[in-house]
Nanobody
């Protein structure tokens, strides 16, 4: 069993910043990719950012590129999402996800989510 736990969500005004954190654990689990997805009410889940530990490769959705930064510690199976210059359209539940395979768009292990609300 793999457990994924997120933290750091909250309410912030437009232009502000938040830092999300995530940790994955399991008896024999070692992540290959970790990332963030988000889902707003009435909208489909969308990819936000991910990191592939092999080569420290990062990936970003066009909508957040230049504003969000993903980082982490492979040895601790942890990842962070620094979100700057937040916009009201960033409002969503943010989910951390991970897997032992390389496909960062189809992870199998998910956290419960943390709410991010950006006011005007």
């Amino acid at each position: 069993q793999v457990q994924v736990v997120e933290s750091g969500g909250g309410l912030v005004q437009a232009g502000g910043s938040l830092r999300l954190s995530c940790a994955a654990s399991g008896r024999t689990f070692s992540s290959y990719v970790m990332g963030w997805f988000r889902q707003a009410p009435g909208k489909e889940r969308e990819f936000v950012a991910a990191i592939r530990w092999s080569g420290d490769r990062t990936y970003y959705a066009d909508s957040v590129k230049g504003r969000f930064t993903i980082s982490g510690d492979n040895g601790k199976n942890t990842v962070h999402l620094q979100m700057n210059s937040l916009k009201p359209e960033d409002t969503a539940v943010y989910y951390c996800a991970t897997d032992s395979h390389s496909d960062y768009l189809r992870p199998r292990y998910w956290g419960q989510g943390t709410q991010v609300t950006v006011s005007s």
